[in-house]
């Protein structure tokens, strides 16, 4: 039996389901929700229900979004030229912190791992390709992660666009190899990307 | 502006409302929700709601309780001869936790603290007092936190107690079990040193 009542209990358990909480602070949220007033507790409610209901991928890069196109995609002053890929989209925003790149992104949705059943059709691959198809393109970032998911991801890609005609580059290394990309920090992420090179 | 759309960057800053959570873990949390599915996003909220609806004050001993008089209070096997006061619920949850002791509670909501405006009359103290009124409880034990304000409460409740014909008691102090001598604070070995007891 758990040692707290039990809509305390029921709320540790929730707030264990996500990643990085442990028992005792999922215990610390629980009692940070009883020290909220109603319409705080309420207000967080709306805004879990909201991510839920309002977010959505952008239908050009897959980056998530609350409109159709998402803000990067539908700015005119970001470069069509270039396209970064990346697994996720907290990577995606890592890089924007860096604010080194103008380009456009293309986010697969995670990194080929056969042993997760993670195969290629199970990433935003092929439409990556479609963005290829009229030539406005001209380089392909490529920034996955420095393990060996991302990198088997990133010789997939680089030997599937290639053959399009189109430059494909890769960050530098200069990103800790083992790391998550997402935890890399804006100056490390901008070197990365400044001294990327072609496949 | 946040580098997150609208609707992440508002749950980010609901779960940076929380005790302990930095910048980091509330997105990494938000990110968590993101994946999480509308069911269980659905059960999270209720969670939440619950927390603030069925969440009251046992009429007793005023820990948190989802009935009139909780768990503990309403236990025919706990000892009724003895209250251990403690400022909170948490407090209380840590003692139950080191099974040592079966008597009853007294949960006062704080400590008194008058630069933070707490003074004896915001705690359940006169509460306590009507409790020891019928003469069944012979011992009261003050486990109050080892800081000022602990210390406050613990001398002013004594005082107040003793008079009564209340035994009145407190946790020892002493060096945590487990822990190094030599980190030790020279307060904390004082009192041990103070408080030794024969092998």
New interface residues.
Partial sequence: MS??????A??I??FR?????GAK?A????????D?S?A??????R?????????RLCSVCFD???TDV??ICSNPNRDPHTICVVED??TL?AL??AEEYNGLYHVLGGAISPMNGITPDKLHIKELVTRLSDGTVTEVIIATSPNIEGETTAVYLSKLIRPLGVKVTRLAYGVPVGADLEFADSETLARALEGRREF
Same sequence: chains 1, 2.
């Fill in positions: 040692e707290y009542i039990l809509p305390i029921r709320l358990e929730c389901r996500l990643p990085g909480v602070s215990a610390r949220m629980a009692f940070g929700v009883l909220m109603e705080e507790a309420e207000e967080f409610c805004a879990i229900m909201s991510v839920k209901r309002d977010v998530i979004s609350d998402c803000a989209t907290r925003s924007e912190r």
